[in-house]
């Protein structure tokens, strides 16, 4: 994999060019089919990934028992369970390949060991993980405050990609919504 490729993802000013070359080679490609999950519920989270192609998402289930969709990642974003990775817990969630694709892992142990070595990826660790801590919190203040109708046209502004190609069970889902009422949304704003 092009180094290029590292710098995009780890895009900080803290992070000499030298150094992408030893975080590039500390992960390793992985080719994952469809269906396929990379982390189950109640086992620990031994590394993460970084999405080279393909849709995958992460969900629990209810206390019903049904799967609830809680988030979708795509290319060029990480797929990471940080509590478990972090904490060496058991994960809540489960992450599953939405559709073929590349990712290119790196085990805990390394990652560890590369934060050591290399001042800037502790930086770049500290400003993706403040990042996501508002992702999320804007996510849950939106699933509060907004309705159904809204909180659709938002993700489909904002990740077009996923109205496009993940199944609509699992934007209903993540949306907080049945299937038929995704669908009757989607009729609306089409004839609107």
């Known amino acids: 994999m092009k180094k290029d490729f590292f710098q995009t993802i780890y ?29 189950e519920e109640g086992k620990i ?4 990934y970084i999405i080279e192609k393909g849709l995958f998402r992460s969900f629990v289930y209810d206390y019903n028992g049904n799967e609830v ?6 290319p060029e974003e990480l797929l990471i369970e940080s509590f478990s990775l972090f ?51 804007k996510r849950s203040i939106r699933m509060l405050t907004m309705n159904a109708t809204d909180r659709y046209l938002n993700l489909l502004n904002e990740r077009p990609q996923i109205i496009r190609q993940v199944p609509l069970k699992y934007i209903a ?20």
């Open 173 to 192: 889902s993540y949306l907080g919504i049945t299937d038929t009422s995704l669908s009757r949304i989607r009729k609306e704003i089409v004839s609107t």
């Open 69 to 74: 969709t809680t988030e979708f990642y795509g």
């Open 87 to 137: 904490h060496r817990s058991p994960s809540m969630e489960n992450f599953q390949a939405l559709s073929n694709g590349t990712v290119w892992k790196i085990e805990y142990q390394l990652f560890q060991q590369l934060l050591g070595k290399i001042e800037g990826l502790r930086e770049w660790g500290r400003t993706w993980a403040t990042s996501h801590l508002f992702i999320m919190k």
């Open 45 to 48: 989270a031994r590394e993460y």
């Open 11 to 39: 895009n900080s000013p803290y992070i000499e060019k030298t150094d992408y070359e030893e975080i590039a080679k500390a992960h390793s490609r992985m080719d994952v089919q469809q269906g396929s999950l990379l982390l």
